[in-house]
């Protein structure tokens, strides 16, 4: 299926965006006319392919978003309420729900961290934690729960969709703030859904 007028309909629509493809996640320049550079998430070691648009194999289905581990930060990632102009992700339709960046980052749509939120790999609570404890780095646990370590002292927070919801010890039992307990179940879910 294919679904523009034109060249120009296609550029409006799919330039500088994240793509699924028949060939896994890619990010996609447009070049002249219906040729465009696709940049395969999956494939780091691969040079952007540059080809017809209209071979690619686009499949239109919607990424799901959520907590991106960013280079020992947190990203929450979610799309503005934009009217559909652009197809896919973009930087103008992204916005950041979480305290380490303003926006989100310019590079962030080529890297294999979005990658990994929307494949929805990410580590089991139990490593988030140490990763979080020990060497400093906030860590997701899954698309929408992640854990912050205090910027003064030993405390790590739980993270709910962009908003501190609680704390965790280090026996990873969770002290769930009384205004948040609603999400005590999707919590439990979470933690069995990565192992």
Same mark, same amino acid.
């Given at each position: 299926?294919?679904?523009?007028d034109s060249?120009?309909?296609?550029?409006m629509?799919?330039? +500088?965006?994240?793509?699924?493809?028949?060939?896994?996640?890619?990010?996609?320049?447009?070049?002249?006319?219906?040729?465009?550079?696709?940049?395969y998430?999956?494939?780091?070691?691969?040079?952007? *392919?540059?080809?017809?648009?209209?071979?690619?194999?686009?499949t239109?289905?919607?990424?799901?978003?959520?907590?991106?581990?960013y280079?020992?930060?947190?990203?929450?990632?979610?799309?503005?309420?934009?009217?559909?102009?652009?197809?896919?992700?973009?930087?103008?339709?992204l916005?950041?729900?979480?305290?380490?960046y303003?926006?989100?980052p310019?590079? *962030?749509?080529?890297?294999?961290?979005?990658?990994?939120?929307?494949?929805?790999?990410y580590y089991?609570l139990?490593?988030?934690?140490?990763?979080?404890?020990?060497?400093?780095?906030?860590?997701?646990?899954?698309?929408?729960?992640?854990?912050?370590?205090?910027?003064?002292?030993?405390?790590?927070?739980?993270?709910?969709?962009?908003?501190?919801?609680?704390?965790?010890?280090?026996?990873?039992?969770f002290e769930?703030?009384?205004?948040?307990? +609603?999400?005590?179940e999707a919590?439990e879910?979470?933690?069995?859904?990565?192992?």
């Amino acid at each position: 299926m294919f679904r523009y007028d034109s060249a120009d309909d296609a550029q409006m629509q799919l330039d +500088y965006t994240l793509q699924m493809t028949a060939s896994g996640l890619a990010y996609v320049r447009h070049q002249r006319g219906w040729r465009y550079s696709v940049n395969y998430l999956d494939k780091p070691n691969l040079d952007p *392919v540059e080809g017809d648009i209209r071979k690619v194999g686009l499949t239109f289905e919607p990424l799901e978003l959520g907590y991106v581990n960013y280079f020992g930060s947190l990203l929450y990632l979610v799309r503005k309420p934009l009217r559909a102009w652009k197809q896919g992700i973009s930087m103008d339709n992204l916005r950041n729900l979480t305290e380490d960046y303003r926006h989100p980052p310019e590079d *962030v749509l080529e890297s294999s961290n979005i990658r990994d939120t929307i494949e929805n790999k990410y580590y089991n609570l139990t490593r988030s934690y140490d990763e979080a404890s020990k060497k400093g780095n906030n860590c997701a646990f899954h698309r929408d729960f992640a854990l912050r370590r205090a910027m003064l002292g030993q405390e790590i927070t739980l993270e709910y969709k962009g908003s501190k919801v609680g704390i965790v010890n280090k026996d990873l039992n969770f002290e769930i703030d009384d205004k948040y307990i +609603y999400i005590k179940e999707a919590l439990e879910e979470a933690i069995h859904e990565n192992g």
